[in-house]
């Protein structure tokens, strides 16, 4: 059974900076791209990045150019995303998800909450 | 970026009722077009891939439909664990981006 778990999120001051990681497990890790979509309170999905399987490939959403990074460990199954110059704005439930073929988001986490206040 | 709209933003619908939601892209997005079905406190799920591909495991009564910047979903006969919040989502480019979702309520 595929299974992504989120984990990293918190309550964070603006400016600050937090780490992500989605454990994967269930299939064979390295030949996916996988994903981070987020959820604002209230409001829709917004696709954030996303890496291939090889980390050739990576792409970020206007929002978080600059101030986040994707990466991934093959040999441990996961996917991270350093978050830095936290906005309040960047407040939301943070989902890894798989991507299956053709480029659609197949499996998702349950998402990890991200909370910017000070 | 391209710029996906949807419509309508919600409806109401009873139990066995044909629901239709459209979502428009702003430039040709060539079928790179995806349905998800979300419910709140849970992961979303992908219904539709490709603008007309049943995923695995997903009722047939779910459909989709559309080419160039047009595309349909079409519930053919709703039921109660249908109610939740649907969106459309581009992948012919990145960024990819997401409809606003279409929430379908208990009429």
Redesign the interface.
């Known amino acids: 059974e595929v299974q992504l778990v989120e984990s990293g999120g918190g309550l964070v001051q603006p400016g600050r900076s937090l780490r992500l990681s989605c454990a994967a497990s269930g299939f064979t890790f390295d030949d996916y791209a996988i994903?981070w979509?987020r959820q604002a309170p209230g409001k829709?999905?917004?696709?954030v990045s996303?890496m291939s399987w090889n980390g050739g490939s990576i792409?970020?959403?206007?929002s978080v150019k600059g101030r986040f990074t994707i990466s991934r460990d093959n040999a441990k199954n996961s996917l991270y995303l350093q978050m830095n110059s936290l906005r309040p704005a960047d407040t939301a439930l943070y989902?890894c998800?798989k991507v299956?073929?053709?480029?659609?988001?197949?499996?998702?986490?349950?998402?990890t909450l991200v909370t910017v206040s000070s | 970026?391209i710029q996906m709209t949807q419509s309508p933003s919600s409806l109401s619908a009873s139990v066995g009722d044909r629901v239709t939601i459209t979502c428009r892209a702003s430039q040709t997005i060539t079928n790179?077009l995806?349905w998800?079905q979300?419910k709140p406190g849970?992961?979303?799920?992908?219904l539709i891939?490709?603008a007309s591909s049943l995923?695995s495991g997903v009722p047939s009564r779910f459909s989709g439909s559309g080419s160039g910047t047009d595309y349909t979903l079409t519930i053919s006969s709703l039921q109660p664990e249908d109610f939740a919040?649907y969106?459309c989502?581009q992948?012919y480019t990145?960024?990819?981006?997401?409809?606003?979702?279409t929430k379908v309520e208990i009429k």
């Open positions: 994903h979509v829709g999905l917004e696709w996303g792409d970020y959403a206007d989902y998800a299956g073929g053709p480029d659609a988001l197949d499996h998702w986490g349950q998402g | 970026d790179y995806n998800y979300h849970k992961a979303p799920k992908l891939y490709g995923q919040t969106y989502q992948s990145t960024p990819w981006t997401f409809g606003q979702g």
